[in-house]
């Protein structure tokens, strides 16, 4: 489904788009040559991430990951470029500051504005991510959470579990 919005610029070229988002004062996001102003996020919004990222620290103390929140952007393999609300990296040579190429967890907390691209837009392109293991939307008014996790050797599952179910790293 298309975005709501159109986009603030086109076509626009990844390192053209890097060089734009280190100096402007909003946050966009990135796909197909199209930026995108991002949508504001809510008090409840933000609670819920923070939550679960501290939850998720919690579990991998004793590894090498590091759980990032949604200041950290995502690159896939076809360019788009995100910010997610949580993510989670094991691979200890994904060292950029500012941009990730493995997460092997990724987690969008759900808005009405945002819902359409992150289930769809989003998820098309965080599945070429060969280093993704699953793909959460939390959904924020009721206690239920889609988890999409990837098949041995091949793409991927989905499945509704409650908001409280463990994410397996």
Not at 23 to 49: I, P, W
Not at 73 to 81: C, F, M, Y
Not at 133 to 147: G, I, K, N, P, S
Request: aromatic share 8%; proline share 5%; glycine share 2%.
């Amino acid at each position: 489904m298309p975005r709501s919005k159109p986009p603030v610029k086109t076509e626009v070229s990844v390192e053209e788009f890097l060089a734009f988002e280190a100096t402007s004062s909003e946050r966009h996001e990135y796909a197909h040559g199209q930026v995108f102003a991002m949508a504001d996020s809510s008090e409840r919004h933000n609670r819920l991430a923070f939550e679960l990222a501290m939850a998720i620290a919690q579990n991998i103390r004793d590894t090498d990951c590091r759980v990032l929140m949604s200041d950290v952007k995502v690159q896939t393999p076809t360019g788009a470029i995100y910010y997610p609300d949580v993510m989670l990296v094991c691979d200890a040579s994904d060292d950029h500051p500012y941009i990730k190429h493995s997460p092997c967890l990724i987690v969008e907390v759900l808005s009405d504005s945002t819902l359409d691209i992150d289930r769809g837009e989003k998820w098309l392109n965080y599945q070429t991510l060969p280093s993704l293991q699953m793909y959460v939307l939390l959904e924020q008014d009721t206690m239920r959470a889609e988890v999409f996790r990837r098949a041995e050797g091949a793409g991927s599952t989905s499945a509704s579990k409650a908001a409280r179910s463990s994410c397996p790293v």
